[in-house]
């Protein structure tokens, strides 16, 4: 069964780092390129950052391109999102998402870890 | 930056009522455009993919319809377990999505 659990959340004052993480299983992980999207309190969803299956290739929204770096390790099966110089507007619930090999959908989801950026 | 226009924000029916959201691109999209429905705590879920292809499993009354700029999307007979917000995503030029739009209960 394909899973996606991410984790690393939490709360971070304005200006700082964290470092968010998906362990994938139940599926080719090195084959399939995947992603982040956000989706703030209450709010619609955003796409944040996507990367194709080798890591050879990383796409970025323009609001956080320059302070996140998406990343991955096939050999752990592991999806990583680095955020640096945190805003309050990035506070959302991160959701790690497989992408489909046929088309750009996000195909499957992750549970979701929650960031607030907050003094 | 491709914008996503979804509308309406949100919309009141009811059971057996059929439902129409649309969706504009910024410019050309071909069809490169996804839906997804999305129940309050839930991740979002794929139902139509490239404007009109049903995701395996997603009832028959979810249709999706448009290319180019303009998308149509549709609930034929709304049912109890319908009742979520729905997004429009694009992947013509990196990936985008529209605002959402909110199905609820008249």
């Known amino acids: 069964e394909l899973q996606l659990l991410e984790s690393g959340g939490g709360l971070v004052q304005p200006g700082g780092s964290l470092r968010l993480s998906c362990a994938a299983s139940?599926?080719?992980?090195?084959?399939?390129?995947m992603s982040w999207v956000r989706q703030s309190p209450g709010k619609g969803l955003q796409w944040v950052s996507s990367?194709?299956?080798?890591?050879?290739?990383?796409w970025y929204a323009d609001s956080v391109k320059g302070r996140f770096t998406i990343s991955r390790d096939n050999s752990k099966h592991t999806l990583y999102l680095q955020m640096n110089f945190l805003r309050t507007e990035d506070t959302a619930i991160y959701f790690c998402a497989k992408m489909s090999a046929l088309n750009g959908a996000f195909e499957s989801w992750g549970q979701g870890t929650m960031v607030t950026v907050s003094s | 930056d491709i914008q996503m226009t979804q509308s309406p924000p949100s919309l009141s029916a009811s059971v057996g009522d059929r439902v129409t959201i649309t969706c504009q691109a910024s410019q050309d999209i071909s069809t490169y455009l996804n839906w997804y429905q999305q129940k309050p705590g839930k991740v979002p879920k794929l139902l139509i993919y490239?404007?009109?292809n049903l995701e395996t499993g997603v009832p028959s009354r979810f249709s999706g319809s448009g290319s180019g700029t303009d998308f149509t999307f549709t609930i034929s007979s709304l049912q109890p377990e319908d009742f979520a917000t729905y997004y429009c995503q694009q992947y013509g030029s990196l990936w985008s999505f529209g605002q959402g739009t909110k199905v609820e209960i008249k």
């Open positions: 139940g599926f080719i992980f090195s084959s399939c390129a």
């Open positions: 490239d404007a009109s």
């Open positions: 990367i194709s299956g080798s890591g050879a290739n990383r």
